[in-house]
């Protein structure tokens, strides 16, 4: 699908749509942090053509989320395995779940996230690492060190801080 | 772009990306949270094609994110204003583009989350609402009660649950 290309933006989200901004790498993603690593257990679980799952898988090693290794001399066979980038994209998920757990789900919810030690129900929420405060209302965007001059202007004028 | 409909499926990863499950969409979110409202708004931030924008807002109104607005009666005028729904999906927003910061910005970070009121810093990490703990690698998906037989059958297995 012939597309713009978002990683030349300086913006952190577009960036991040150019690496997995595609719905099944996102499912791939998805299926990787429960435990799936082989071609045929992505392809049963997704329900997907296998020459997409071969380019989105492809796609993820480029990209540097996914590993590819062989576990199996012969025929050669290769596992797919989450790499430390890769793992880093989990808090995507969480909020992405949350969000679809409670607007998209008039049914009630398909999946629980659970604490494996204690058992108990999870609420993902976003915070400040520093403060432990909920990200709200009260959060504002300003232009970073690597923002390009078209950042500077949008973010300088409409991201005033009130005192 | 023909594709397997993904609102179907229970998972609730699945259910949010068949309503905002393409790049455009998503940055237009983005720009909705930077105050943006107008079509030539929008156009101009993104520098996408009108009609490929027109069919994105109406998507994004008609999943519910987005609501149309007339703000001018002749000629008639409209603007886009994020729904309750379309503000919830800030923390995803949040998430990707801490993701994007970390791993894609090799020059530096281009924008940069702070507190509106003491003009801090944000570093944005996802926590349990219940007890504030981070989630990490003890977090398991366990079935819920609108789980069907296949993700059932996923779960059980797969995420007993140590004690």
Redesign the interface.
Known sequence: ?Q??S??QM??????????V???WS??IL?DAF??LTRFDQFQS?L??APNMLTRRLKALVGA?LLERRLYQQRPPRYEYMLTA?GR??????????????????P???????????S??A????????????P?SE???????????DR?RD??AP??A??P
Chains 1, 2 share one sequence.
């Open positions: 699908m597309r713009t978002f990683g300086p913006c952190p989200v577009a960036r991040s749509l150019e690496k901004g595609e719905w996102i499912l998805r429960y435990g679980s329900g997907i540097g980038m880093d994209f989990r808090p995507v998920l969480w909020t992405l779940a949350a969000w679809g757990s409670k607007h998209l789900a049914e009630g919810q398909s999946i629980i996230l659970i604490d494996s030690s058992g108990a999870i609420e993902p929420i976003v915070v400040d690492a520093r403060t432990g405060r990200l009260g959060v504002r965007v300003v232009a970073g060190p690597a923002a390009d950042m949008r973010f409409r991201v801080i009130e």
